[in-house]
């Protein structure tokens, strides 16, 4: 049932009971049936066509039809703010015609103090525009005239502003798959093409853009990472000017859906420098936020990113109760689509690394395949180097030794023809056959110990494998158990 399963779980019970109402009048019919089952089980297609009885044909017409009608419904709830203020953009146009040109001229000087206030510079083009037609025989014309060509250049520059943003945000996530110096050179190359931009204009939505990208990159790429600490004045700053931004404009449709992104950078920045104590109260503010963060798509990238840090910081802490938090609700609900890759990816190793981490290797190993099995990775070396790296692993601990093997097997094979990229997988491989050979355990221990101590000596290079994952004394012993329990 996917997305209808989705969207019919997250209503609130209010929310629920209108769209029945709407849908099917609560008859008991086939679309009331259809949503009463989506809302109280997890089903499969196949007993919903057998519980309606009805073809595939006419079921996949039918959930087509609900999931149209759901859509339509829901969106008149997405919440617009600045609504008011557009409806008044919108009878800009009739201000030509009005029958008193000095109130229509008033009312739109009115609209323009608003306008720029809340950089709104697509709806200022009109504006001007109309002020200049409206000033037509009169020397005011060659200034309205003027600032109507300035804001379409600088409502081109905000939009060309945007669009770098997101592929900005897109190719990091490709980086952080792939690990290529090609790569990080267009990171680099977008975030230098948004920092150009917002040099040329004063515009706090350029502001915001720029330095949301900018802090992402400070403490995501290697070779910035260790000057990081000695910005903590600088970050501080930033941040509370964007706070600022975002509660000076209430009504701003953008900054009220993403101002939560404030505590998710402070977040970031203080695990990076290793800030636990400051990681901690920022952590809990995005806690709270979690149920609105999960249901905003746009969101994706900066939830993802925020679960990626929150890996970083339980190896510093070891806090399982934060680690895990919201994790089940958030696989639930959480919708991402598998041609967003860096997020899909992320998540599902991210609930893979919570299993781990909660000692339930079984259900960490399935996760990974569960990826490895909807998505091809073939695009993402590094990654699927890392993933099947990570299966291996769950199967050794769990002394599942041909799934181990074989996973190696198809690993040598895969890193074959690369150079000292690698050198710390071939290494953890090394390890894995290692503690799967029957040996004296004592031994045996003493000499995984000793291994997993210099692979992580070894994986601090470019391409650093199960960077995520901490072994201690337990799971080695499990490793170096030749009887499994």
Not at 331 to 339: F, G, S, V
Request: with cysteine; charged share 30%.
């Amino acid at each position: 049932m996917d997305i209808l399963n989705k969207t019919i779980k997250k209503l609130s019970e209010d929310e629920y009971q209108q769209l029945l109402q709407e849908v099917s009048g609560k008859k008991r019919n086939k679309p009331y049936m259809v949503l009463e089952t989506t809302r109280t089980r997890d089903i499969e297609d196949s007993e919903m066509m057998h519980i309606l009885q009805v073809n595939p044909s006419a079921y996949y017409t039918l959930k087509s039809r609900l999931n149209s009608k759901i859509a339509a419904i829901l969106s008149k709830k997405v919440q617009n703010p600045i609504q008011t203020l557009m409806d008044e953009v919108s009878r800009v146009p009739a201000h030509l015609f009005g029958n008193n040109r000095e109130f229509s001229v008033r009312a739109l000087r009115e609209l323009e103090k608003q306008l720029i206030e809340y950089d709104l510079n697509a709806e200022l083009i009109l504006v001007y525009k109309t002020l200049a037609q409206l000033h037509l025989y009169t020397e005011e014309y060659e200034m309205y005239e003027t600032k109507f060509n300035k804001h379409v250049a600088f409502s081109l520059a905000v939009s060309k502003a945007e669009g770098l943003f997101f592929r900005f945000i897109k190719k990091l996530g490709v980086y952080q798959l792939n690990g290529q110096e090609s790569d990080l050179e267009e990171v680099i190359m977008l975030k230098r093409e948004l920092s150009n931009i917002c040099e040329l204009y004063d515009s706090h939505r350029l502001y915001v853009l720029y330095n949301i990208a900018r802090i992402y990159y400070l403490c995501n790429v290697p070779h910035k990472l260790d000057g990081l600490k000695s910005r903590e004045l600088e970050m501080e700053a930033v941040l509370q000017k964007m706070t600022q931004i975002f509660e000076k404009y209430p009504l701003d449709t953008f900054y009220q859906n993403i101002k939560c992104i404030t505590d998710m950078l402070y977040f970031e920045y203080y695990v990076r420098t290793a800030n636990i104590v400051r990681a901690d109260h920022y952590l809990q503010r995005v806690h709270e936020a979690m149920p609105d963060l999960t249901e905003k798509h746009l969101l994706n990238f900066f939830v993802v990113q925020f679960l990626r840090s929150k890996v970083l910081k339980f190896q510093v802490d070891g806090n399982l109760d934060h680690l895990q938090y919201y994790a089940d609700k958030m696989e639930k609900y959480q919708d991402i689509d598998m041609n967003e890759a860096y997020h899909y990816i992320s998540m599902k190793r991210f609930m893979a690394t919570v299993k781990y981490y909660q000692r339930d290797f079984q259900g960490a190993a399935r996760k990974i395949n569960e990826l490895r099995n909807q998505m091809s990775l073939k695009h993402f070396l590094y990654t699927d180097i890392d993933s099947k790296l990570f299966q291996a692993l769950q199967y050794c601990i769990l002394g599942d030794d041909s799934l181990c093997m074989q996973i190696i097997s198809s690993l040598k094979r895969q890193i074959r023809e690369q150079d000292a990229e690698y050198e710390s997988a071939r290494y953890m491989m090394k390890m894995l056959k290692t503690a799967l050979k029957p040996a004296d355990y004592r031994r045996k221990i003493k000499r995984i110990t000793e291994m997993w101590n210099e692979f992580e000596q070894l994986n601090k290079g470019s391409f650093p494998v199960l960077s995520y994952v901490k072994a201690d004394e337990n799971v080695l012993r499990r490793m170096s158990n030749p009887i499994k329990d």
